[in-house]
């Protein structure tokens, strides 16, 4: 699925009260899935790469190991995982293709 500009734009507005209720309700870890028939709310007790992978998790720019990942939505719709190095502090974001410095 892709969505267009006005479509995104639109799916933001529509999120906002309930990105707004979490902020006011729940704490950073906790997430709020809309389905069409549904909503869900979760919590993310932890996470992390798996050991095995570790490899693919060490910053580009000086070889540090890098926090914790989250999973973003680019502007494009394009999901990637973003990160920031323990070392260098530069944040960094995989889209599928490596570990690259977000500009």
């Known amino acids: 699925m892709t969505l267009n500009k006005q479509q995104l734009d639109q799916m933001f507005e529509a999120a906002r009260p309930l990105k707004e209720w979490l902020g006011a309700n729940c704490h950073p870890h906790c997430t709020a899935l809309v389905e069409s028939d549904?909503?869900?709310?979760v919590e993310g007790i932890a996470g992390g790469p798996f050991p095995e992978?570790?490899?693919d998790s060490a910053c580009?720019?000086?070889?540090?190991?890098?926090?914790?990942?989250?999973?973003?939505a680019g502007m494009n719709g394009r999901a990637y995982r973003q990160a920031?190095?323990?070392e260098c502090g530069r944040?960094?974001?995989?889209?599928?293709?490596?570990?690259?410095?977000?500009?």
Not at 38 to 41: E, G, Q, T
């Open 84 to 86: 920031t190095c323990f």
């Open 91 to 103: 944040v960094v974001r995989n889209f599928g293709e490596g570990w690259e410095v977000r500009s």
């Open 53 to 55: 992978d570790e490899e």
């Open 60 to 72: 580009p720019e000086c070889g540090g190991k890098l926090s914790n990942e989250s999973v973003e």
């Open 38 to 41: 549904r909503i869900i709310l």
